[in-house]
């Protein structure tokens, strides 16, 4: 089992910048992917980015590249989310999430681990 703990959700006036971050615990290894989606009010989750960590690659929504980046910290098993240049639509509800996946980064039904998801709000 792995166990994700979310942190940073928040308001913030449209343009400017959250930063959210997620701490995995248990049964973690370096093949691990971990990442983010969100879910509007009404509105399917979707996907936001990821991060394989072994091969260091990172994936993006095509709604957030340039303005959102995905990292980790090595030590800790720790990914952020930096969100920059928010706007009112990226205010939903952020899980992390976790895998030991390859490919099909951008399906929530590849994730086995949900975090228990943190509220962003983006005023206009």
């Known amino acids: 089992q792995v166990q994700l703990v979310e942190s940073g959700g928040g308001l913030v006036q449209a343009g400017g910048s959250l930063r959210l971050s997620c701490a995995a615990s248990g049964r973690t290894f370096s093949s691990i992917t971990m990442g983010w989606f969100r879910q509007a009010p009404g509105k399917e989750r979707e996907f936001v980015a990821a991060l394989n960590w072994s091969a260091g690659r990172r994936y993006y929504a095509d709604s957030v590249k340039g303005r959102f980046t995905i990292s980790r910290d090595n030590a800790q098993i720790t990914v952020f989310l930096q969100m920059n240049s928010l706007k009112p639509e990226d205010t939903a509800v952020y899980y992390c999430?976790?895998?030991?996946?390859?490919?099909?980064?951008?399906?929530?039904?590849?994730?086995?681990?949900w975090g228990q998801g943190t509220q962003v709000t983006v005023s206009s």
């Open positions: 999430t976790a895998a030991y996946i390859s490919d099909s980064y951008y399906d929530a039904g590849s994730y086995a681990y």
